[in-house]
C-alpha cells in the first residue's frame, strides 16, 4: 500500500519561512506528480502547487507565486514545499497527494498556523 507520510508545519509568525516534507513509500515515486493543497476552516481543499513526474515542471497557484517553492528528491522519494514570505492567509492544513495513472494517494495532512 503507497502511504504518503508528512512532516513540518507547526506555529511560523507572518514573514516567517517553514518547509513541508511528504515521503512516498512507492518505489515508482518518480512516475507520480505530486500536489500540495490546503485547506482552511470552513472551506473546500485547494490545490496551492504541483509538480509533474520526471521532467519536474511545476506549477503555482496565483497566491503563492513567489513565496513557496515545490520541489522532489526522486531518490529520496520525498517532495518538498519550501514557504516564505508567509502571511495570515497560509493558515490551513496542508496536504500532499500523489497522482498516479490510476490511483490517487493523500498524505495525513499538517497543520500550519501563521500568526500575525
Known amino acids: 500500500e503507497v502511504q504518503l507520510v508528512q512532516s513540518g508545519g507547526g506555529l511560523v509568525q507572518a514573514g516567517g519561512s517553514l518547509r513541508l516534507s511528504c515521503v512516498v513509500t512507492e518505489s515508482t515515486f518518480a512516475a507520480y506528480n505530486i500536489g500540495w493543497f490546503h485547506q482552511a476552516p470552513g472551506k473546500e481543499r485547494q490545490g496551492v502547487v504541483r509538480?509533474?513526474?520526471?521532467?519536474?515542471?511545476?506549477y503555482y497557484g496565483e497566491a503563492v507565486k513567489g513565496r513557496f517553492t515545490i520541489s522532489r528528491d526522486n531518490a529520496e522519494n520525498t517532495v518538498y514545499l519550501q514557504m516564505n514570505f508567509q502571511t495570515v492567509e497560509d493558515t490551513a492544513v496542508y496536504y500532499c497527494?500523489?497522482?498516479?495513472?490510476?490511483?490517487?494517494?493523500w498524505g495525513q495532512g499538517t497543520q500550519l498556523t501563521v500568526s500575525s
Open positions: 497527494k500523489a497522482v498516479g495513472r490510476t490511483y490517487n494517494y
Open positions: 509538480i509533474s513526474s520526471s521532467v519536474g515542471a511545476t
